[in-house]
């Protein structure tokens, strides 16, 4: 079983969930914003590295701390990350995939959003992606976000976790 597919079953398995298909949704779509899909993987401005560009330099950065909350729902024994860590550089699609799942599941405040992602909630999809993974704070009114998820209109702020 692939690295994305354990981190969709522990979540689906502690979230009490039937599916978690539209977690497909929620990574590719995040995937389109951050890389064009995989296409544009290394930042020109930032350390931002991989498909969900993860900021890769600085200490305690995005990456590292992805590391360590992907760890907590594979184990100990996946050599991969170890490496990883060395190397600081995202790997294959399967592991930044799972990376990014874990990282955004693993914060605080996420479980009411993965339970509207997972009945396919675009808006919570939105919402996960502003709040928990990327780091401008008002990306949440960027019209591309509204485009790529599929909503209607653009908000005119950044959601808090009570509307959530």
Known sequence: M?????????IENRLGLDNTDNFDVFTD????????SGKNTVS???????????????????????LNRLERHLGDDTEWIDEARK???????DQQRALFLANVYQQKGSDPFFLKIAQGNKQAMAEAY???????????????IF???GLD???VSTPT????
């Open 44 to 66: 020109t401005i930032s350390s931002a590295r991989g498909i969900f560009q993860f900021l890769t330099k600085g200490k305690g950065n995005a990456f590292q701390t992805g």
């Open 153 to 155: 209109q653009t908000p």
């Open 2 to 10: 692939s690295d994305y597919k354990k981190v969709r079953e522990d």
């Open 29 to 36: 779509k995040v995937a389109e914003i951050e890389s064009t």
């Open 130 to 144: 502003s709040k928990f993974h990327h780091t401008v704070e008002d990306i949440y009114n960027d019209p591309r």
């Open 147 to 149: 485009r790529i998820f």
């Open 161 to 164: 976790e009570e509307q959530a």
């Open 87 to 93: 190397h600081n550089d995202p790997n294959t699609e």
